[in-house]
């Protein structure tokens, strides 16, 4: 019997249209025997044309789904697109079948170069909101974008047929239409998932005689769905359809009838619909166009899954690609994976358990009358079964396995931008593999792997490719730690491509980013943030470039509010020097003249504000305040000179706040802050301290001043309540100003005071509550304040010393024979 007598007899007359829904399991093992049971010459996938040419690429042993095609303009890599595929979507197994059998496979969805110009020009216009439907055409026809889904770019009214007025059902029917929906609804089904895994996936795992049966049905529900409902609301749909019409009749010309098509079953009527060639050719007349470049990316489950962003249509990929690679008893092998992970997470399970939630998951599908326990059985099993009745494991459950957090690779021979290659080649000399799973690493700046990492990272934040995100560091706060949070998602790879106008290698574009971005730079603090970046990221060469632009915006800018926000960045970035081993001398030069700056306009700019312009200002004083210390440490600079110079600022820094401190014009937070930022340094004694604050607290110092004033003292995270607790003496000025407050007064000052105390710790509240019931002060009065220090005893306690010898030995890593008296020395 020749091949076309088999061909006749198995599928029926014309081309075997094949209509699917995108990344079904059931639609996957459904075209797999389809097309074994056929051999078609040819077979046409519903996807990008201008991805012909990478379809071999799905052979290669280090090509592994999910994974994506990725079109992006040339001109705006940002303007892009993604088809994703997963080894359980009908399209990737019509492509395996093809490159296996030797049989030439071609895509025949409307060109990308059409899908990406069609919204251009209108997107201020559009508002990008992911597709949620659940139908059964929802990846290739509305693929994901960078910035935006090229569907959500454009929806032209004009382009659409409107029935008459007499023949519109109703208006919901204008909208758009999830197929699933409608069929499920008409089978009495509240749910189109569950109605797809009882009516496809449950009995494709059963087995079907005859192969093109489950086509043929679906393609007659897609018929009368289509005659009720047009083109269902995507106004795209008669061009794309229109161009899969004329890739057909090509195919025909060239292969003969043996042709197989694998589409969204939404198009099936539509192929099958007699059109001439000229009526679809005048669809497609005149179609915007732009110029693109197309690739393979690496994909995640979470990107098919709707709560990953990504409208695919599943809510399960981790199930549906279990249901798909499962040779038999999917429950049993599932209930065990999820068995596996729960032990991993040290959770008791034992086989009995699994026993018991597989027999507990078929009960439940008996129950609701379905032929075989779907996900909703067995979640309801685990959850009842293996977690206890808690939904805290069940939530990893769902996380680690129903949605999954795999990540596809690529091959090396796949297309790629400069940049692209370039950062792989980074990522395997530094052995920092992308991930799909959210992790934090922890870097050691002094290991020459770390640093790299580092710098890496860095360069990638200065792309726009946020990898990494920093995190603070739990085990350490010094400079030579950093901790980041890192995870790899699909939209990077846009990112990538975005980036390649900026250079070839990530060091090359993260230095022209940098100089392009020093030189637009809107503020001066914008500018000192990027020389803080480029010594982050290891830049040498753009830190003239940033240098010269902070030099002039530091010359021209008088605000001092500006100067004091860049100040902050800029000190920090002496610090890398030691560890990073960078030349921060031209820095250190500019960070001093902007400190001088700051100290001569400050005290002008702090008279006369309102309260939110105090509060702000008071943020600049601490600000600069910590730079400042910063500056006037040993070894910030280079050389002694510039360790006297810190010094020097320091001492003139001093001199600042005292002039604050004495100037009735400056609002009380400031003032009070002033007094305390001296009173910590130990420039202004607790005698000092305790005659300014009464001063402040007389009864010619209006309420509302005064409370600023104690906000500014000991308000904020900085101790001011541990310093209540241990000087009884200003508390004791605190609470007696406070109950002499007028009754009229005292509601405008209460939310002041509320916010300067709800910042303390619950303890030291409760500290403070205590010493101001039994009345501050007494202690010490009962104690004689003859001891020194208020709030103190007169002696110290050696029991209470003793006791941390031994952790002090300890730590420092000393035996039990050093004396005592060793251990100052040591500790210093």
């Not at 076309?4 to 399991?25: A, I, K, M, N, Y």
């Not at 055409?137 to 509305?142: G, L, P």
């Not at 604050?693 to 004033?709: E, F, I």
Request: charged fraction near 25%.
């Amino acid at each position: 019997m020749s091949d076309d007598t088999e061909w006749r007899r198995s599928p029926g007359p014309g081309p075997l249209l094949l209509g699917v829904r995108h990344h079904g399991p059931g639609s996957a093992r459904a075209v797999r025997a389809a097309l074994d049971a056929a051999r078609p010459r040819v077979v046409l996938i519903e996807g990008p044309p201008e991805a012909d040419a990478l379809i071999p690429l799905a052979a290669d042993p280090e090509m592994r789904p999910p994974v994506a095609l990725l079109a992006h303009a040339v001109d705006e890599p940002g303007r892009s697109a993604f088809w994703p595929f997963a080894d359980f979507s009908p399209e990737w197994v019509a492509v395996r079948w093809a490159l296996e059998h030797e049989v030439p496979a071609r895509f025949i969805d409307l060109p990308a170069a059409h899908t990406l110009a069609w919204g251009r020009g209108q997107e201020e216009e559009a508002v990008a909101v992911p597709d949620t439907d659940t139908d059964t055409d929802t990846e290739a026809d509305e693929p994901d974008s960078g910035r935006q889904t090229p569907e959500a770019a454009d929806e032209p009214d004009s382009g659409r047929e409107k029935p008459d007025a007499a023949d519109e059902p109703d208006t919901d029917r204008q909208l758009r239409v999830d197929p699933l929906a409608a069929l499920a609804e008409a089978a009495g089904y509240d749910d189109p998932e569950r109605w797809w895994e009882d009516v496809v996936e449950h009995r494709s795992a059963a087995g079907e005689r005859d192969v093109f049966a489950p086509f043929a049905a679906v393609s007659e529900a897609m018929g009368a769905l289509r005659e009720t409902y047009g083109t269902g609301g995507r106004d795209r749909d008669p061009v794309r359809e229109a161009h899969m019409r004329l890739r057909l009749r090509a195919a025909q010309r060239e292969f003969g009838e043996r042709v197989a098509v694998v589409c969204g079953a939404w198009h099936v009527p539509a192929l099958r619909a007699k059109t001439t060639v000229a009526a679809d050719r005048e669809l497609l007349k005149g179609l915007p166009k732009v110029r693109t470049d197309m690739t393979w990316v690496p994909w995640t489950n979470r990107r098919l899954a709707r709560a990953g962003g990504y409208g695919a249509g599943i809510d399960s990929p981790g199930w549906y690609g279990h249901l798909f690679r499962a040779p038999d008893r999917p429950v049993e092998r599932w209930l065990t994976k999820v068995a596996g992970l729960l032990r991993e997470e040290d959770r008791i399970v034992s086989s009995a358990h699994v026993i018991e939630a597989v027999r507990l998951a078929e009960t439940l599908a008996v129950m609701r009358g379905r032929p075989l326990p779907g996900l909703g059985e067995t979640t309801d099993a685990v959850r009842a079964v293996l977690c206890e009745g808690s939904d805290v494991p069940l939530a990893l459950v769902h996380d680690r396995l129903v949605v999954g957090d795999v990540l596809g690779e690529v091959p090396e021979a796949a297309p790629a931008v400069p940049l692209q290659r370039d950062l792989v080649r980074e990522q395997r000399r530094l052995r920092l593999k992308p991930e799909a799973l959210e992790r934090e690493l922890e870097l050691d700046l002094r290991k020459d792997t770390d640093a790299g990492r580092s710098r890496l990272l860095h360069r990638l934040r200065l792309l726009g490719v946020g990898w990494g995100e920093p995190v603070r560091s739990r085990g350490s706060t010094g400079t030579f730690r950093e901790t980041w949070r890192l995870c790899w998602e699909p939209e990077l790879s846009v990112r990538v491509a975005e980036a390649g106008v900026w250079g070839t290698t990530v060091e090359g574009a993260a230095t022209a980013r940098a100089e392009a971005d020093a030189v637009h730079a809107g503020t001066l603090a914008d500018v000192t943030g990027l020389a803080e970046h480029c010594l982050l990221a290891g830049l040498p060469d753009a830190l003239p470039v940033v240098m010269r632009a902070l030099a002039d915006r530091a010359a021209l800018d008088t605000d001092v509010g500006h100067l004091a926000q860049a100040l902050p960045a800029l000190v920090r970035s002496l610090r890398y020097g030691d560890v990073r081993g960078t030349d921060t001398r031209a820095l250190t030069e500019v960070a001093a003249g902007l400190a001088e700056r700051v100290f001569v306009g400050l005290p002008p700019a702090c008279v006369a504000l309102d309260a939110d312009a105090a509060e702000e200002m008071r943020g600049h004083v601490d600000a600069v305040h910590t730079a400042v210390g910063l500056l006037g440490e040993p070894g910030t600079g280079t050389g002694a000179g510039a360790d006297a110079g810190g010094r020097d600022l320091r001492r003139r820094w001093r001199a600042v706040l005292r002039t604050l401190t004495g100037r009735e014009t400056v609002p009380g937070v400031l003032r009070g802050r002033a007094v305390r930022i001296l009173l910590d340094e130990g420039e202004l004694g607790p005698e000092a301290a305790a005659r300014l604050m009464g001063l402040v607290l007389s009864p010619g110092t209006p309420p509302a001043d005064a409370a600023a004033w104690i906000e500014g003292f000991v308000g904020g995270s900085g101790g001011g309540g541990m310093l209540l607790v241990h000087d009884e003496r200003l508390l004791g000025l605190v609470d007696a100003w406070l109950t002499g407050v007028p009754a009229a007064a005292f509601t405008d000052v209460l939310p002041l005071l509320r916010r300067t105390f709800s910042v303390y710790e619950p303890g030291v509240r409760r500290t403070i509550g205590e010493l101001v019931r039994r009345g501050p002060g007494e202690r010490l009065q009962g104690a004689g304040q003859a001891g020194g220090t208020p709030g103190f005893g007169a002696e110290a306690d050696a029991g209470r010393a003793d006791a941390v010898l031994p952790v002090l030995r300890l730590l420092l890593g000393l035996d039990e024979t050093t004396p005592d008296n060793d251990l100052v020395g040591a500790g210093r």
